[in-house]
Structures are given as C-alpha cells and as structure tokens.
C-alpha cells in the first residue's frame, strides 16, 4: 500500500455534535405544540388575524390569554385584534403580566428581566 492510499480503518472520523441540552423547564416541543393548537384555533374563529411576535430577554415561556404557546422566540403567532393578557415566566422563576391592544401597527411584544440592582459598596 503506497502512502496516499488510507485504508478504510484509518480515515478521519467525525464526532457528532452533542446533544442539545434542554433548558431546566422546558416543555417538550410536542407538548408545546399540542398547548399552541388550543390558541390557534381560537384565533382563528375571530376576525382580523395579526402576526404577532413574542420575545423576552434572555428567554421566557409565554401565555396569551391564559393558554401556554411555549418559549420565545415564538413568531408569526395569529392573534385577533384587540386586548390581551401575555403572562411571562422568566427564567429566574418571576412572572411579567401585560395587557396590550394588539392591532397591525401594535405586534411586537418583549419582556425584559429587570436587571440586578448594583450592589452598594461600604
């Protein structure tokens, strides 16, 4: 065997990316999707659709009118025209409540954590 030819034992191997490690409590996407059809349909039974985005910063599990459509970033989700409850877990385990009037020029919604208050020096 000359030098260019690699027998098949001894070719580069490639590992496989590790596993995506789920956040600590993360729904699984069946389950999230399962909770988003509910929302879906309800929407759609209304009037006026609205693709409404829904962000927070560093993540959040979202509740729109009291129905779970999972963690952010969620995109597009079909909203009526109108007021709403959005209900924000965040990842420290506090919870953002807001009632917006969602409309075509209203539909992008972010929650922020409030940052850590800087501790006081002596």
Known sequence: MTRSETPPSETASFESPPPEIPRP?????????????????????????IPVNINANPWATIELDGMALGETPLAGVPVT????SFR?????????????????????????????APAEGP
């Open 25 to 49: 409590d993360a729904e699984s996407p069946d389950s999230i999707a399962a909770d988003a059809a509910p929302a879906q349909e309800t929407a759609a039974a209304g009037a006026e659709q």
């Open 81 to 84: 025209a109108g007021s709403h």
């Open 88 to 116: 924000a877990h965040m990842p420290d385990g506090s919870v953002i409540e807001r009632s917006i009037e969602i409309d075509a020029e209203n539909r992008f919604v972010v929650f922020d954590m409030a940052p850590a």
